[in-house]
C-alpha cells in the first residue's frame, strides 16, 4: 500500500494516543517507514519504548537534545517524511500551530515541513464544539493542512458526541490517499457538481434542501490530488473553494445544468450536487405580500431540468463514467437501485440522509457503492475518506478502460 514511503507520526497528549500504536502497526504492515515524535503530553499516555518497538525506529522528543540535532535535526523531520500525521490532535495543539508557535519540537517540525500534514482532532465535544477551537480548525485548514475525522460517540470523560479521534484504519485509508500517485489522472477532465440548489418563488424567498455541499467539494479536491483537472459546479454553500480547482458558482437547477453543458467535454462527471426536484412554475418578479385575509398564496410547482440523467444520456460528448449520488430517507438501497436504472448513469453513491444519521451537514458519510452488477457497502468514514476512496476507484475505472 505504501512501498515504503516514510510517514512522520506526531503523538499528542489525549487519552485517544494509545490508538498510535495501532497506526503504526497498520502503517508498517503497509509497507510504510514510521518515524515517531512524542510529545511531552504524549508521554503521559503512551511511552516512547512501546513506539520504538512497534516503528523500529528511534522516538524523537526534545527540540535541544544535541545528540538528535546531530543525527536528524528538526529541519530534516520535517523534509524527509512524504505525510505528518499528527495523531491525536489536540485543542491545544491546534492553537499552538495556528499561532506559529516553535517552542517544541513537534510544533517547530510542524512549523518548517513543506509535506503534507493529516490531522486526526480527538477532544471533549465541548472543546471541539467551542467557537475558538473551530476558529483555529478554519485556519489551519484554510493554511493547507489536511483532517481526518473527529467522529462521534463516547468519551473517556464520560460524555457524548463528536470529538473521537478516527479510528487508525480509518486514518490509514486517508494517508494511502495522500500518499497515492498524483498523476493518476493527469490529463482527465472531472466535472463534480455539489451542494443545493436555490429555486426562486420571489426575489426574496427560494425552495432549497440541506445539503452542505461538504462531500462533493471533498469529492472535487480528491479528484485534483490524482492530478485531473477538476471543474467543481457548486450550489450555494458555506464552503471555501477547493484549492487547484476551477470552480463556477450558480444558484439554479437551470444554472447548473448549463454550466455542466458548458463544461463537457470530460472523462467522469460526479454529481454530488443535492438538486431541487421541483421549481416554481411562475416565480414572482417581486415579494409576494401576505394576503389581507391571511390565506397562503396558491405555488404551481413544475419539474426542474434532470442533470444526471441529462449528462448519462448517450452521445458524443457523454463522460467516459457518470457517477450520481442517491440522498434517502427511507428503502435506501431500494430506491437507489431504482435510480440507477432510471437515469442511466454508471455508478450510484447511495447514503442515508435521514435526520438520526447527521450526513446533512456533518462530517461522516455511510455510503453504498452500486454499479449495473454490483454493490459496494462502505464503513461509515469521514466526507473526505469516502472522497478520497471514491477518487482511487474513479481513476481503477478510468485506468481499466484505457
Known amino acids: 500500500m505504501f512501498d515504503g514511503k516514510q510517514i512522520l507520526l506526531v503523538v499528542a497528549g489525549g487519552i485517544?494516543?494509545?490508538?498510535?500504536?495501532?497506526?503504526?502497526?497498520?502503517?508498517?504492515?503497509?509497507?510504510?517507514?514510521v518515524r515517531c515524535?512524542?510529545?511531552?503530553?504524549?508521554?503521559?499516555f503512551v511511552t516512547p519504548l512501546?513506539?520504538?518497538?512497534?516503528?523500529?525506529?528511534?522516538?524523537y522528543q526534545d527540540l535541544f537534545s544535541l545528540t538528535d540535532e546531530q543525527e536528524m535535526g528538526h529541519i530534516r523531520l520535517a523534509r524527509e517524511p512524504d505525510l505528518v500525521i499528527v495523531a491525536p490532535t489536540t485543542a491545544d495543539l491546534m492553537a499552538r500551530l495556528r499561532s506559529g508557535r516553535a517552542d517544541d519540537l513537534a510544533c517547530a517540525v510542524l512549523l518548517a515541513t513543506d509535506k503534507p500534514v493529516l490531522l486526526a482532532p480527538a477532544?471533549?465535544?465541548?472543546?471541539?464544539?467551542?467557537?475558538?477551537?473551530?476558529?483555529?480548525?478554519?485556519?489551519?485548514?484554510?493554511?493547507?493542512?489536511?483532517?481526518?475525522?473527529?467522529?462521534t460517540g463516547d468519551m473517556a470523560c464520560g460524555e457524548w458526541g463528536e470529538g473521537r479521534m478516527a479510528e487508525p484504519a480509518e486514518i490509514l485509508e486517508a494517508a494511502a490517499g495522500f500518499l497515492a500517485d498524483r498523476t493518476r489522472l493527469a490529463g482527465r477532465h472531472a466535472i463534480v457538481t455539489s451542494g443545493p440548489t436555490h429555486e426562486p418563488i420571489d426575489p426574496v424567498r427560494y425552495i432549497a434542501n440541506r445539503s452542505s455541499g461538504k462531500q462533493g467539494h471533498a469529492v472535487?479536491?480528491?479528484?485534483?490530488?490524482l492530478g485531473a483537472r477538476v471543474t467543481l459546479i457548486s450550489g450555494p454553500v458555506r464552503l471555501s473553494d477547493p484549492r487547484g480547482v476551477a470552480v463556477t458558482h450558480v444558484e439554479s437547477a437551470e444554472d447548473m445544468l448549463q454550466a455542466c453543458t458548458d463544461a463537457l467535454p470530460a472523462d467522469v462527471a460526479v454529481c454530488a450536487a443535492a438538486v431541487a426536484d421541483w421549481k416554481i412554475a411562475d416565480a414572482a418578479r417581486n415579494k409576494i405580500k401576505k394576503q389581507a385575509n391571511g390565506?397562503?398564496?396558491?405555488?404551481?410547482?413544475?419539474e426542474n431540468p434532470d442533470i444526471l440523467a441529462s449528462l448519462s444520456a448517450p452521445g458524443a460528448t457523454r463522460p467516459a463514467l457518470v457517477v450520481g449520488f442517491a440522498a434517502e430517507t427511507e428503502n435506501l438501497l431500494e430506491n437507489a437501485r431504482r435510480k440507477l436504472a432510471r437515469k442511466g448513469c454508471d455508478w450510484l453513491v447511495a447514503n442515508d440522509v435521514s435526520p438520526a444519521t447527521g450526513t446533512f451537514g456533518g462530517d461522516r458519510n455511510q455510503v453504498h457503492l452500486m454499479t449495473r452488477n454490483a454493490q459496494?457497502?462502505?464503513?461509515?468514514?469521514d466526507k473526505t475518506a469516502v472522497a478520497r476512496a471514491l477518487a482511487g476507484r474513479i481513476a481503477d475505472a478510468l485506468e481499466a478502460q484505457a
Not at 512501546?50 to 525506529?57: I, R, T, V, Y
Open 16 to 33: 485517544a494516543a494509545y490508538k498510535s500504536l495501532e497506526l503504526v502497526r497498520l502503517l508498517k504492515a503497509g509497507g510504510a517507514r
Open 37 to 44: 515524535l512524542l510529545t511531552r503530553g504524549g508521554e503521559q
Open 50 to 59: 512501546s513506539l520504538a518497538a512497534l516503528s523500529g525506529e528511534k522516538v
Open 123 to 151: 477532544m471533549n465535544v465541548r472543546m471541539w464544539e467551542n467557537p475558538a477551537t473551530m476558529e483555529n480548525l478554519s485556519v489551519l485548514e484554510a493554511r493547507g493542512f489536511h483532517r481526518v475525522g473527529p467522529g
Open 220 to 225: 472535487a479536491a480528491a479528484l485534483a490530488d
Open 295 to 302: 390565506a397562503p398564496p396558491s405555488l404551481a410547482l413544475t
Open 376 to 381: 459496494e457497502d462502505w464503513p461509515t468514514m
